[in-house]
T-cell receptor, first 113, second 114 residues
Framework: GENVEQHPSTLSVQEGDSAVIKCTYS??????FPWYKQELGKGPQLIID?????GEKKDQRIAVTLNKTAKHFSLHITETQPEDSAVYFC????????????FGSGTRLSIRP | DAGVIQSPRHEVTEMGQEVTLRCKLI?????LFWYRQTMMRGLELLIY????????DSGMPEDRFSAKMPNASFSTLKIQPSEPRDSAVYFC????????????FGPGTRLTVL
């Protein structure tokens, strides 16, 4: 089955700098890659997603890239702000898994003022 | 829309007691997922339903866990008897089961079994 690995597990960046979180997946049939943000005491919330027919997607300060050949995908947050502090999860889903989403282990992002 | 609704938000119980967690889907959604989150194991999918039918329950830890969808908008996750190792945050998520795969999570139920 699908396996998603996520790095780093913790990340601390200065406010205003960029943050990058990287994930790899194992199932070459995976075609949907969402990113979720989880704030303290809340459920994960979708912030951006990308499908396998696209290499990059951007939404304001957030961008995701996908390298299907290498089975890598990444989340980029530019001009980080204190409200970006949270745990971020990458995930992957494939038709062969009946559209189950397999989550990475999470990255705790802290923004230093 | 109110989003996915879970109750209770917090539950503290003693080992051996029955625990029932509840989830109301977003109106119009027809897929329902139950997850468990712990520090050690992260987010684990326990079971998911499509149109009230359980599709995959391979993540259910053992027979002490059971889940039902008595109607299209509501689900329960029951643990009987509960054990301290069941302590975790339990999330449900719902999805429109069409071309989109976006899951919308509820706020979670924090379960503590003493």
């Amino acid at each position: 089955g699908e396996n998603v690995e996520q790095h780093p597990s913790t990340l601390s960046v200065q406010e205003g700098d960029s943050a990058v979180i990287k994930c790899t997946y194992s199932d070459s049939a995976s075609n949907y890659f969402p990113w979720y943000k989880q704030e303290l005491g809340k459920g994960p919330q979708l912030i951006i997603d990308i499908r396998s027919n696209v290499g990059e997607k951007k939404d304001q300060r957030i961008a995701v890239t996908l390298n299907k050949t290498a089975k890598h995908f990444s989340l980029h947050i530019t001009e980080t702000q204190p409200e970006d502090s949270a745990v971020y999860f990458c995930a992957a889903s494939s038709p062969s898994s009946a559209s189950k989403i397999i989550f990475g282990s999470g990255t705790r992002l802290s923004i230093r003022p | 829309d109110a989003g996915v609704i879970q109750s209770p938000r917090h539950e503290v119980t003693e080992m051996g007691q029955e625990v029932t967690l509840r989830c109301k889907l977003i109106s119009g959604h027809n897929s329902l997922f139950w997850y468990r989150q712990t520090m050690m194991r992260g987010l684990e999918l326990l079971i998911y339903f499509n149109n009230n039918v359980p599709i995959d329950d391979s993540g259910m830890p053992e027979d002490r866990f059971s889940a039902k969808m008595p109607n299209a908008s509501f689900s329960t996750l029951k643990i009987q008897p509960s054990e301290p190792r069941d302590s975790a945050v339990y999330f449900c998520a719902s999805r429109v089961s069409t071309a989109t795969d976006t899951q919308y999570f509820g706020p979670g139920t924090r379960l503590t079994v003493l």
